[in-house]
């Protein structure tokens, strides 16, 4: 069964270490996929990604 975890990083270090630590856990990185944006994303954007996921009315304060 697949499964999906999704994460809105701070930095794209954090991004990294999540790499890292998917990797020393055993995943391969076809496994997973991390996906950047080089442009800053709003509060607002990142709210609606949150809910769409998540189905909830969680409110991000970044």
Do not use: C, V
Not at 14 to 26: F, M, P, R, T, Y
């Amino acid at each position: 069964m697949a499964s999906i975890i999704t994460g809105l990083f701070r930095s794209e270090s954090q991004s990294k270490k999540i790499s890292e630590d998917l990797e020393n856990a055993g995943f391969n990185t076809s496994e997973y996929i991390i996906y950047r944006h080089e442009e800053p994303i709003s509060k607002e954007e990142k709210t609606w990604l949150w809910q769409f996921f998540f189905k909830d009315d969680t409110r991000l304060e970044y």
